[in-house]
């Protein structure tokens, strides 16, 4: 009789877990960047190309690192809110424009302005490797020192920046204060 | 208007599938024949207004009617004929409409199939269906509706996925549904056994070709599945270990599981709540695997539009389900007295660890497909679990499997002993042995020690299945001819004979191409030679090509041989209009003994191109090799004894066969 029981404590086991997977998100991977310095790298800035930038240029403030390309059309989607934050939140942006033209990314940021302090030009996308990038648009958020805090894959919009970004920065400001 | 009438015939068919679950079952309870009787009417009125509704809905692709939602999603007027017929159940809804149309067919055919069943099994059989019936429709009709209008009309539709593109594609689900869905027949006729408490040699003469039915078209739907992602996917692989595979290969696992358990209930009336328990998690699994296709719980390529509604909705039912039938188990199943005493050695328990290995390697799967959900759910770090975890567990699990198999058919009910097996199969075993080494060296001059057991396990598995039909051919009085002996082998003895040698040409296939397949994938300019298996590639031109709803660059790669042309092969790079998505289009030459497989990459330049060559020994066997499966599940299925006429007369006469089949 209890050897009968097996089979359905089995399956109640079962649909416990497939229930809770219902209300998760398998495809959401946490970055194992998170915790770890931003990426060394040195290309050419989008706009200039003489000009050699680094991942030097980017410490010294909370920033965020936004991947772009002109063929992403999630990219154009979140071009506003980017546009939004820099100017209305004065937080540092900078662009990596990811395995895109250079002539047409001018062009574009021309045409729906430009909220980046510079764009790494990364034609090749190996910057992009490094950053362990898997698709276009992503958003890291990097601390004063340079150490990645939050990495966003998908949409930028000021709910979103309101709800995980300016929590970790207050989260992060309290736990050094202590 | 047409969509109307579709849902419409849908709603009937629901109102019918509800008589269909409570009228006969009422009636078998207070042994009312009038209220039986209505079952076999209802499963013909449901299957023929779902019938309706699916001509409706097909009718709106072929006609391109984008005022309804689905059709726009899916389909589109530059979309080839044939491939607006499979468009259909080109995604979630329609491809559910064709599911429940699959279930409604699988009922109409026990109703008509099973005059000889006594009236009150068939009534509780067509009840349970019913309610499986009404869960789906429910589903289909609450979250899923495939008629939905759009308001105003879609100018024009956002065309068929174009990995759906593809001839494997028009009937891998068909056929993959009728496998998933007919092992409802076996778990209805599990659950009619549990309601009575009757579980007699007849029950299982009844319930016998119905899962043998299910599994062939389970067997052929995955084989086609596989097919499908060697020819398209464009990796030159047949088999990755996706979620969504192995939700189709547990029930597999568990059905051919089942259909050895059966026979050993039918013949030797043991295992029988065991057998009623394999029934049940067939199709539970084949519920399992709905679940994870639509709920979006794991990562696929398969993965329908996830929608946790659904999911919700699938759970809920999944459990009501699996969990009654089960619950109903736990309390009935100990009824069942199995009589048929046997022997540690003994073909009873042979087949016995037959299905503690299927089972176990249906768990192992299992927990490997589901482990990251586990990890997930308790909060843990992700990972996930890929071909090295399924290969490192599979495998050896399928080795002594394998063995079995060739020593199981031979080996005798109730008790035999190993000196009789050893002094019979020694030689199959040696010879087995000793193929297993030279066949390889003789055709390629390397192995490693897995590859000469996994030939020698082929080798094994052919050879013995012959040896069993050798001896009944032997046995033959003087005056009977060679042929004469070999037409009145008994059918079902000649399927088991042709299925394992299917697993044996599968594994001869699996093997070769995994250990001996070569591949280069590089950028090479035109006319520049690549080098494989000693076949010469040369990639001379790319060219533009307009397909009826894409373009293509088609290169055009010439083939040869010690200088002597062997073949020119096409293969493309399509960009479908309307989803602008690039898909790679493989181009193949097959013969018996390899595959040249090339596909397209990125260009790099005007004149040089990406190039992946595959050169890929032995592959076709392994769908050869699922064929004669399926053949020998048929021919299985076929015996006379499932026939009602002759059911009685040769029940009595087949215990005299010494060599019996499973």
């Given at each position: 009789?209890?050897?009968?029981?097996?089979?359905?404590?089995?399956?109640?086991?079962?649909?416990?877990?497939?229930?809770?997977?219902?209300?998760?998100?398998?495809?959401?991977?946490?970055?194992?960047?998170?915790?770890?310095?931003?990426?060394?790298?040195?290309?050419?800035?989008?706009?200039?190309?003489?000009?050699?930038?680094?991942?030097?240029?980017?410490?010294?403030?909370?920033?965020?690192?936004?991947?772009?390309?002109?063929?992403?059309?999630?990219?154009?989607?979140?071009?506003?809110?980017?546009?939004?934050?820099?100017?209305?939140?004065?937080?540092?942006?900078?662009?990596?424009?990811?395995?895109?033209?250079?002539?047409?990314?001018?062009?574009?940021?021309?045409?729906?302005?430009?909220?980046?302090?510079?764009?790494?030009?990364?034609?090749?996308?190996?910057?992009?490797?490094?950053?362990?990038?898997?698709?276009?648009?992503?958003?890291?958020?990097?601390?004063?020192?340079?150490?990645?805090?939050?990495?966003?894959?998908?949409?930028?919009?000021?709910?979103?920046?309101?709800?995980?970004?300016?929590?970790?920065?207050?989260?992060?400001?309290?736990?050094?204060?202590? | 208007?047409?969509?109307?009438?579709?849902?419409?015939?849908?709603?009937?068919?629901?109102?019918?599938?509800?008589?269909?679950?409570?009228?006969?079952?009422?009636?078998?309870?207070?042994?009312?024949?009038?209220?039986?009787?209505?079952?076999?009417?209802?499963?013909?009125?449901?299957?023929?207004?779902?019938?309706?509704?699916?001509?409706?809905?097909?009718?709106?692709?072929?006609?391109?009617?984008?005022?309804?939602?689905?059709?726009?999603?899916?389909?589109?007027?530059?979309?080839?004929?044939?491939?607006?017929?499979?468009?259909?159940?080109?995604?979630?809804?329609?491809?559910?409409?064709?599911?429940?149309?699959?279930?409604?067919?699988?009922?109409?055919?026990?109703?008509?199939?099973?005059?000889?069943?006594?009236?009150?099994?068939?009534?509780?059989?067509?009840?349970?269906?019913?309610?499986?019936?009404?869960?789906?429709?429910?589903?289909?009709?609450?979250?899923?509706?495939?008629?939905?209008?759009?308001?105003?009309?879609?100018?024009?539709?956002?065309?068929?996925?174009?990995?759906?593109?593809?001839?494997?594609?028009?009937?891998?689900?068909?056929?993959?549904?009728?496998?998933?869905?007919?092992?409802?027949?076996?778990?209805?006729?599990?659950?009619?056994?549990?309601?009575?408490?009757?579980?007699?040699?007849?029950?299982?003469?009844?319930?016998?070709?119905?899962?043998?039915?299910?599994?062939?078209?389970?067997?052929?739907?995955?084989?086609?599945?596989?097919?499908?992602?060697?020819?398209?996917?464009?990796?030159?692989?047949?088999?990755?270990?996706?979620?969504?595979?192995?939700?189709?290969?547990?029930?597999?696992?568990?059905?051919?599981?089942?259909?050895?358990?059966?026979?050993?209930?039918?013949?030797?009336?043991?295992?029988?709540?065991?057998?009623?328990?394999?029934?049940?998690?067939?199709?539970?699994?084949?519920?399992?695997?709905?679940?994870?296709?639509?709920?979006?719980?794991?990562?696929?390529?398969?993965?329908?539009?996830?929608?946790?509604?659904?999911?919700?909705?699938?759970?809920?039912?999944?459990?009501?389900?699996?969990?009654?039938?089960?619950?109903?188990?736990?309390?009935?199943?100990?009824?069942?007295?199995?009589?048929?005493?046997?022997?540690?050695?003994?073909?009873?328990?042979?087949?016995?660890?037959?299905?503690?290995?299927?089972?176990?390697?249906?768990?192992?799967?299992?927990?490997?497909?589901?482990?990251?959900?586990?990890?997930?759910?308790?909060?843990?770090?992700?990972?996930?679990?890929?071909?090295?975890?399924?290969?490192?567990?599979?495998?050896?699990?399928?080795?002594?499997?394998?063995?079995?198999?060739?020593?199981?058919?031979?080996?005798?009910?109730?008790?035999?002993?190993?000196?009789?097996?050893?002094?019979?199969?020694?030689?199959?075993?040696?010879?087995?042995?000793?193929?297993?080494?030279?066949?390889?060296?003789?055709?390629?001059?390397?192995?490693?020690?897995?590859?000469?057991?996994?030939?020698?396990?082929?080798?094994?598995?052919?050879?013995?299945?012959?040896?069993?039909?050798?001896?009944?051919?032997?046995?033959?009085?003087?005056?009977?001819?060679?042929?004469?002996?070999?037409?009145?082998?008994?059918?079902?003895?000649?399927?088991?004979?042709?299925?394992?040698?299917?697993?044996?040409?599968?594994?001869?296939?699996?093997?070769?191409?995994?250990?001996?397949?070569?591949?280069?994938?590089?950028?090479?300019?035109f006319g520049?030679?690549?080098?494989?298996?000693?076949?010469?590639?040369r990639l001379q031109n790319v060219t533009p090509?307009?397909?009826?709803?894409?373009?293509?660059a088609r290169g055009h790669v010439y083939?040869?041989?010690?200088?002597?042309?062997?073949?020119v092969?096409y293969?493309?790079?399509?960009?479908?209009?309307?989803?602008?998505?690039?898909?790679?289009?493989?181009?193949?030459?097959?013969?018996?003994?390899?595959?040249?497989?090339?596909?397209?990459?990125?260009?790099?330049?005007q004149n040089?191109w990406?190039?992946?060559?595959?050169?890929?020994?032995?592959?076709?066997?392994?769908?050869?090799?699922?064929?004669?499966?399926?053949?020998?599940?048929?021919?299985?299925?076929?015996?006379?004894?499932?026939?009602?006429?002759?059911?009685?007369?040769?029940?009595?006469?087949?215990?005299?066969?010494?060599?019996?089949?499973?």
């Amino acid at each position: 009789m209890v050897r009968a029981l097996f089979p359905i404590v089995f399956f109640i086991v079962l649909a416990g877990f497939l229930y809770a997977g219902l209300y998760k998100d398998p495809s959401l991977v946490p970055s194992p960047l998170i915790g770890k310095p931003v990426p060394t790298f040195a290309a050419s800035a989008l706009r200039d190309p003489e000009r050699l930038v680094t991942n030097k240029e980017l410490l010294g403030d909370y920033a965020l690192v936004n991947v772009w390309a002109t063929w992403c059309v999630a990219c154009k989607q979140e071009h506003a809110a980017l546009v939004y934050l820099a100017n209305e939140k004065n937080i540092p942006i900078y662009g990596l424009n990811y395995k895109d033209d250079r002539e047409a990314a001018i062009l574009w940021l021309q045409q729906y302005g430009d909220p980046y302090v510079f764009s790494v030009f990364d034609d090749t996308g190996r910057i992009g490797i490094d950053f362990g990038v898997y698709g276009a648009p992503e958003t890291f958020l990097i601390d004063k020192q340079g150490i990645i805090r939050h990495k966003l894959v998908g949409i930028m919009t000021p709910e979103i920046w309101e709800a995980q970004f300016v929590s970790i920065m207050k989260n992060q400001a309290i736990a050094s204060t202590q | 208007m047409i969509p109307e009438i579709g849902q419409f015939a849908l709603i009937i068919a629901l109102c019918l599938a509800i008589a269909q679950s409570t009228i006969p079952l009422w009636g078998a309870h207070t042994n009312n024949i009038n209220w039986m009787s209505v079952g076999r009417t209802a499963a013909f009125g449901q299957f023929l207004f779902i019938l309706v509704s699916y001509i409706c809905l097909t009718y709106s692709f072929v006609v391109s009617d984008f005022s309804v939602l689905y059709v726009a999603g899916n389909s589109n007027t530059n979309l080839p004929f044939y491939y607006k017929i499979s468009a259909v159940w080109g995604a979630h809804e329609g491809s559910l409409l064709l599911w429940v149309l699959t279930l409604a067919a699988w009922g109409f055919a026990v109703s008509i199939f099973s005059k000889s069943l006594p009236e009150d099994i068939l009534a509780r059989v067509l009840a349970v269906m019913g309610m499986i019936s009404i869960g789906f429709l429910l589903f289909t009709l609450l979250t899923s509706n495939p008629f939905d209008r759009l308001f105003p009309a879609a100018v024009e539709g956002r065309d068929l996925n174009p990995l759906l593109q593809d001839p494997g594609l028009i009937i891998h689900p068909p056929l993959l549904y009728m496998g998933y869905v007919g092992f409802s027949v076996a778990f209805a006729f599990a659950v009619a056994a549990l309601l009575t408490g009757k579980l007699d040699s007849a029950w299982v003469r009844w319930s016998r070709p119905w899962a043998n039915a299910a599994w062939v078209f389970l067997t052929l739907g995955i084989a086609l599945g596989s097919w499908w992602a060697y020819q398209e996917l464009g990796w030159g692989g047949w088999w990755f270990w996706d979620p969504v595979e192995n939700a189709s290969f547990m029930p597999w696992l568990v059905g051919t599981a089942l259909i050895h358990s059966l026979a050993v209930t039918e013949k030797r009336s043991a295992f029988k709540s065991w057998t009623v328990l394999l029934s049940i998690m067939a199709f539970s699994l084949s519920l399992l695997g709905t679940f994870l296709v639509r709920s979006g719980v794991l990562v696929s390529v398969h993965s329908f539009a996830s929608d946790p509604a659904r999911g919700l909705y699938i759970l809920i039912f999944l459990a009501i389900v699996v969990g009654s039938s089960l619950s109903l188990y736990a309390w009935r199943a100990t009824q069942f007295k199995s009589t048929g005493n046997f022997d540690v050695v003994s073909k009873e328990t042979m087949l016995l660890i037959n299905n503690v290995l299927l089972i176990v390697a249906m768990l192992t799967i299992l927990i490997g497909t589901l482990y990251p959900l586990f990890l997930d759910a308790l909060s843990l770090p992700k990972l996930s679990v890929g071909p090295p975890y399924f290969d490192a567990v599979f495998v050896p699990l399928m080795l002594p499997l394998i063995l079995l198999m060739g020593i199981g058919p031979i080996a005798k009910w109730r008790k035999v002993t190993f000196k009789e097996l050893f002094d019979k199969l020694k030689f199959i075993f040696l010879i087995a042995f000793a193929l297993g080494i030279i066949l390889p060296l003789a055709i390629y001059g390397n192995a490693t020690i897995m590859t000469m057991i996994g030939i020698a396990a082929a080798c094994w598995a052919i050879l013995t299945s012959f040896y069993a039909l050798a001896r009944i051919v032997k046995k033959r009085d003087a005056s009977t001819s060679l042929f004469k002996a070999i037409s009145k082998i008994p059918v079902a003895m000649m399927g088991m004979a042709v299925a394992h040698i299917g697993i044996g040409v599968f594994i001869l296939g699996v093997v070769f191409t995994s250990s001996f397949s070569t591949e280069k994938e590089i950028a090479v300019k035109f006319g520049e030679p690549v080098e494989l298996a000693g076949y010469t590639f040369r990639l001379q031109n790319v060219t533009p090509v307009k397909g009826p709803n894409y373009d293509a660059a088609r290169g055009h790669v010439y083939v040869t041989k010690n200088d002597e042309p062997v073949v020119v092969l096409y293969p493309e790079k399509r960009v479908y209009e309307v989803q602008r998505n690039p898909m790679t289009e493989a181009s193949i030459q097959s013969t018996a003994f390899r595959d040249l497989y090339v596909a397209l990459g990125e260009a790099v330049s005007q004149n040089e191109w990406g190039l992946r060559v595959y050169y890929r020994p032995f592959v076709q066997w392994i769908w050869m090799g699922t064929l004669l499966m399926a053949i020998g599940g048929i021919l299985g299925a076929m015996d006379k004894r499932y026939r009602p006429q002759k059911s009685k007369v040769t029940v009595s006469s087949k215990s005299s066969l010494v060599v019996d089949k499973i």
